[in-house]
């Protein structure tokens, strides 16, 4: 085991680091920036029937769910197809309107979840196109869908779910990027500029990683916290959820993730001195809301602790941490602004004892309903 961690102390912190790797790989042979082209033979072969759904429902479980909201954003940007994320275990239990002009993309980074692949057989029955995004090759979910796009991250093995997640967003953005592309709703200009912004993502992956120091000494102040907040907007908002997961999962400290906007109609009731908030505020996305929200928590005197742009000084002048990640397109800050999220997790949980890879109770892969 210790071979396989690769001179990490756990997976998570492996799988963490990996993710350079894991996103290029994932569009490596897909993407041709200079040509202006995106190959991905599951959207290729069905073109036509999906770019010209009436809607895409997307169904996943967990953290594929949250690489789902994400891709809600992305679509309705770029490729103007209405979508609606759903719980796969909803979903499949509330009778759903679903026609043959409906595309459901099912995330799932083991293929096996229950919930998702009943969800599947349901869509199916009722006639609409199912697509899946799964990383395990030759999953159930791969083998019950009509068409898919692996994510080649490679195997996860840390229960809380790192490279898939962002390898999900980036096989997600190809798909939505090529949609677009066919039906008119991008430039080739904005098309080429996306790829090649898309391509540099690897190594501003490789920046964030290098703030991991100074977040390790982010979670020893917070590490004590008996409750945390995670704020983002936009693009970013399905982020905030997925930080406040991350650390739920494996520090057991409890956390809520919330649209920032929304704080004022009830989170912002639990700030005080206690109360550490993770903002998400990078430069474009509503920058300018994200920091009067931050100096609405400043006036509560909650602690806050930012995710910024490179260079920031607004944000900094407030916060009481900041982290910064690289400069990208607004679409594409995802993939950065996990990373720091990532990563406090990992070093709350190492130094609280917890069991980082088998957290209590969860499992992998969640195989019965
Ligand atoms: C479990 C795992 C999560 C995962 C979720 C969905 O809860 O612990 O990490 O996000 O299942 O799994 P899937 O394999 O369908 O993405």
Redesign the pocket.
């Known amino acids: 085991e210790q071979i396989e961690k690769g001179g990490y102390d756990h997976f998570m912190l492996k799988e963490i680091y990996e993710q350079p790797s894991a996103i290029s790989d994932t569009y490596r042979g897909r993407m041709l920036p200079d040509q202006g082209l995106i190959r991905m033979a599951g959207v290729d072969d069905n073109i036509e029937r999906i770019a010209h759904a009436r809607r895409i429902l997307i169904v ?6 949250h690489a789902g909201l994400v891709a809600e954003y992305i679509f309705e940007d770029l490729a103007r197809i209405p979508v609606e994320v759903e719980y796969a275990s909803e979903f499949r239990y509330r009778n759903p309107i679903i026609s043959e002009n409906d595309v459901v993309i099912a ?7 229950a919930d ?1 692949m009943a969800a599947i057989k349901l869509a199916k029955e009722k006639g609409a196109f199912v697509f899946g995004v799964c ?1 395990v090759v030759g999953s159930s979910i791969s083998r019950e869908t009509h068409a898919g796009a692996y994510t080649h991250a490679g195997p996860e093995i840390g ?3 790192t490279k ?1 997640f962002t390898t999900q967003i980036t096989v997600l953005t190809l798909m939505a990027l090529k949609l677009a592309k066919h039906k008119g709703t991008i430039s080739n200009s904005d098309f080429r500029f996306h790829l090649q912004e898309l391509e540099r993502i690897p190594e501003k992956v490789k920046e964030a990683l290098n703030s991991d120091e100074h977040i390790r000494g982010i979670a020893d102040i917070y590490k004590n916290a008996t409750n945390c907040l995670y704020l983002g907007r936009g693009f970013n908002f399905p982020v905030a959820l997925e930080g406040a997961l991350k650390l739920k ?1 494996i520090s057991y400290i409890h956390a809520e993730g919330y649209p920032a906007a929304e704080m004022k109609h009830g989170p912002i009731a639990l700030i005080d001195e206690q109360m550490p908030v993770v903002v998400i505020a990078t430069k474009r996305g509503h920058y300018e809301k994200v920091v009067s929200n931050i100096q609405e928590i400043k006036s509560r005197k909650g602690k806050i602790i930012a995710v910024v742009t490179d260079g920031d000084t607004e944000v900094r002048e407030l916060a009481d941490h900041v982290i910064e990640v690289p400069e990208t397109m607004e679409s594409l800050t995802p993939l950065l602004t996990t990373i720091p999220l990532q990563l406090l997790s990992y070093h709350i949980a190492v130094m609280l004892g917890k069991n980082v890879d088998q957290p209590r109770n ?5 195989t019965v309903e």
């Open positions: 996943a479980c967990g953290t594929s769910w995330i799932s980074q083991s293929g096996e979840t998702t990383n229960v809380a779910s898939a999962e969860l499992a992998k892969s969640v």
